[in-house]
């Protein structure tokens, strides 16, 4: 069947189209060259006066794991609050915050998003997490496996192994846990909460392994750009939430010696101690290191005002938030001695200081860093705002009066205490095209997505262009999965499944020998239970993997 | 003007929403009108008037008859007037309710009054678990008003409770009194196990000596002025705690539960 899009206003920054009007055809799936000669049209569709992008990517989003259903479980209200009746093609659900698993699916589908990926899977609870990613209707999806606080790689550390030896242990892990990435969490600092520390900074020792963070982030950073890991260490550094971390996040910054790295939910790293309320924004110099540093890519985890609920593996950090927590109750907990886990509901109020600030440097942020390329428009679902909240965030990022109209509503103190007034930055939507769709793509390390030229999938999304960019970001035309019309009107008009995205390092088998002993001794499976298959994804018949190719191999 | 009084024809297989059928949300609306509101019944939608005969016209005054234990949320978020349910009730009766008077012949379900906020619920027979509770992952149960049951309570008695009266004439399940941030729940018969179990503040006022856990504090005994007030409170109600002679004020004073704040009180009836 052959689609043709016709007249569309083509945003694509992978091939560097920007705003011009193209066609698009669209065969098995695929976005094709026109055909040559006589060719029959099945089917077309007049998108003259509409902006087309490729579907969006949202590289930072907790939508599988076992923390969702701890949070799941610990707001019933949200879901209360949210009901969500069937339809003919769509099942029922619930949820604000932390929405269930269809309604996730439906729910970013209708704003023209068709990737997310989940950053914080845990190897042990990886099946679960892939489990509830396989629920998730039309998304594609993918997980960056959770390392850096387990008792194993802080073992070798302690016994001064190779970096070789490292590698090995990661690439087997990534293959085991089927993940995309690796991603670090307070490195170290999980498991340094079990042996009484309450905080641990880059170069604090854990009490325990005597191992520093800094040494955690080097060998692992390492270990991924020795893999050929596309995407960059993706690292949730120390201290988060600390007045004067911005401190600490430079120090990561230039610490990491030039290694590619990516820092998630940046806004909540970037805190200074100024002013009266000793808490200040540190956003310019967040953003100059990282205009600076080309090795450095960052997600901002943006915060939105309103209920949502946090949730972390960061126990550490988690476990002292517990006393903000609103409404009043939170987990946190041990997971199998691999990392721990935190559950903090939060309510994000405009005329609180703190909340308005953190508002306030999120955007700072995204409007002082000059690349899109290299940062990525994230609320860190749902621990800065749920994902729904996007269409907003799009518009204070692309509209300086409502910007600054919003701003004048903040808490007065924390008005006087960010720069955002006077940025007059407006984000084009090319800009946003990378952030969300191109840049994410190349971020991942994601072959044939985020891109309109030819040989890409078709994920395509058709918006109609209106100066309120989030009654424009929250309701596409179409959206086509790879090449099925899936949304009309920002609704759900067919369902379909999409891929696990994942990438196979190469490791020496005999890795397994010293791990078969430790998973014997200590751990609640056994090696062989402990690795998945690509079976247990694909064997319902509506799962599929998608092998992505790693640096240095064709 | 006679009482809006809806007579259940049949009982419906599948539980009955009865939520819009309060009084605040059929001011103003005609016989006609009200015959015509859907009520959701398991899958099926059904009209007022396939399960009800209706008769009379004062909203504000609504008589449900031959009720029966499927019809859930009667009376939900009550905000002024009157329903008197003859025969029994289902779940969440009065959830909500915000001001006005319910009164139930029969018994009853799962969280009556759950979450009430003022307003005066009269119960004449049994009621299931959790009466006046929060409801499940909320943090305060029952803000206001006055429950009393004649018969027995189920388990959960008050759990969270934050406000307001429960008074009980027969038993209270286990957990009587659990997680209460402040109120009273007066019992005269029987009490269950993990009695004011994680209670942080309040009083629960007992004719007849509990089983406490560990975490309460025996306080020794008192006479306390302020009991004949509270009973004096009581004459009003059609109860068997109007009557003098149920009255006292010598108690064993026990606070708890040390394993939470530890300022609540059992005060328990020296006989």
Wanted: glycine share 12%; hydrophobic share 40%.
């Amino acid at each position: 069947m052959l689609i043709k899009l016709t007249g569309g206003q083509v945003y694509d920054p992978a091939s560097g189209v920007d705003g011009q009007i193209q066609d698009i055809y669209i065969q098995d799936g695929r976005i094709v060259d026109m055909p040559v000669g006589d060719f029959k049209i099945d089917k077309e569709y007049d998108l003259h006066g509409k902006v087309v992008m490729s579907g969006a990517i949202d590289m930072h989003t907790h939508i599988g794991g076992g923390k969702g259903n701890i949070a799941r479980t610990l707001l019933p209200e949200d879901h209360r609050q949210d009901p969500v009746s069937r339809s003919d093609i769509t099942r029922s659900g619930c949820g604000h915050a932390m929405p269930s698993t269809f309604v996730t699916g439906y729910r970013y589908a209708e704003m023209g998003y068709t990737a997310g990926f989940e950053p914080a899977v845990l190897p042990i609870n990886a099946r679960q997490a892939h489990m509830e990613m396989g629920d998730i209707p039309i998304l594609d999806k993918g997980g960056y496996v959770m390392l850096g606080s387990d008792d194993y790689l802080l073992r070798m550390l302690t016994a001064k192994k190779d970096q070789k030896a490292i590698n090995d242990y990661v690439a087997w892990t990534m293959n085991a846990a089927k993940a995309i990435g690796v991603k670090v969490v307070n490195p170290g600092g999980i498991n340094a909460f079990k042996f009484n520390q309450r905080k641990l900074d880059l170069d604090e020792q854990n009490a325990h392994y005597g191992v520093t963070p800094r040494d955690i982030l080097e060998v692992l950073a390492t270990a991924v750009k020795e893999l050929g890991v596309k995407h960059p260490l993706h690292v949730h550094g120390c201290n988060l939430g600390v007045p004067g971390n911005v401190q600490t996040t430079l120090d990561t910054i230039q610490g990491i010696g030039g290694l590619p790295m990516h820092l998630t939910h940046i806004q909540f790293h970037s805190y200074g101690t100024e002013g009266d309320m000793k808490f200040s924004s540190g956003a310019a110099q967040i953003a100059e290191a990282v205009n600076n540093n080309k090795n450095i890519t960052i997600d901002v985890g943006q915060v939105l005002f309103g209920q949502t609920v946090t949730a972390s593996g960061d126990s550490m950090r988690q476990h002292y938030n517990h006393k903000f927590a609103s409404p009043n109750k939170w987990v946190v907990m041990d997971i199998e001695c691999d990392a721990g886990c935190g559950v903090v509901p939060f309510k994000y109020k405009d005329q609180n200081f703190v909340n308005a600030l953190q508002w306030a440097i999120g955007l700072e942020t995204f409007l002082l860093v000059n690349d899109p390329w290299r940062i990525f428009l994230t609320t860190d679902h749902p621990n800065g705002a749920p994902f729904t909240s996007y269409p907003h965030l799009i518009r204070l990022l692309m509209d300086r009066s409502f910007r600054n109209e919003v701003l004048s509503t903040i808490h007065p103190e924390a008005q006087k205490m960010t720069t955002l007034a006077s940025i007059t930055r407006e984000y084009t939507l090319q800009e946003i095209a990378i952030m969300t769709r191109a840049g994410a793509a190349k971020l991942i390390g994601l072959k044939d997505r985020g891109g309109l030229s030819a040989g890409n999938w078709a994920d395509i999304t058709v918006y109609t262009d209106n100066t309120n960019r989030q009654t424009m970001f929250e309701k596409p035309d179409y959206m086509f999965k790879d090449g099925e019309l899936v949304v009309v009107d920002g609704k759900v008009v067919h369902t379909k499944w999409g891929t696990t995205h994942v990438v196979q390092p190469d490791f020496d088998p005999s890795v397994e020998t010293g791990l078969k002993d430790y998973f014997d001794r200590y751990l609640t499976m056994k090696l062989g239970n402990f690795k998945i298959s690509d079976d247990e994804i694909t064997e319902d018949g509506r799962g599929s993997i998608t092998v992505h190719p790693l640096n240095g191999v064709a | 003007m006679s009482a809006l009084t809806f007579t259940l024809k049949y009982q419906p297989k599948q539980r009955v929403d009865m939520s819009p059928l309060v009084c605040q949300l059929l001011q103003g609306k005609t016989t006609q009108q009200i015959a015509a509101l859907e009520l959701q019944s398991g899958k099926l939608k059904l009209r007022v008037d396939q399960v009800f005969d209706i008769s009379g016209d004062d909203t504000q005054a609504i008589v449900i008859k031959n009720s029966f234990a499927k019809l859930d949320f009667i009376g939900k978020e009550l905000d002024g007037g009157s329903i008197t349910v003859e025969g029994d009730a289902g779940a969440y009766l009065a959830m909500g309710m915000k001001t006005g008077e319910i009164k139930v012949t029969g018994s009853v379900g799962l969280y009556a009054a759950c979450e009430m906020k003022k307003g005066y619920l009269e119960i004449g027979g049994n009621v299931g678990d959790f009466l006046g509770a929060a409801l499940p992952g909320n943090k305060m149960g029952m803000k206001g008003g006055t429950i009393l049951v004649k018969g027995n309570a189920g388990e959960r008695v008050g759990d969270h409770l934050r406000r307001g009266t429960i008074l009980i004439e027969g038993n209270a399940g286990d957990y009587c009194g659990s997680r209460m941030t402040a109120g009273t729940i007066a019992v005269m018969g029987q009490t269950g196990r993990y009695l004011g179990y994680a209670m942080r503040r309040g009083t629960l006022l007992l004719w007849n000596q509990p089983q406490l856990s560990a975490s309460f504090n025996d306080c020794g005994s008192h006479t306390l002025g302020f009991l004949p007030l509270l009973f004096n409170s009581f004459k009003k109600f059609n109860s068997k705690f109007a009557d003098a002679s149920v009255a006292f004020n010598r108690v064993q004073r026990y606070a708890g539960d040390m394993s939470e704040m530890g300022k609540a009180e059992v005060l328990v009836k020296i006989k």
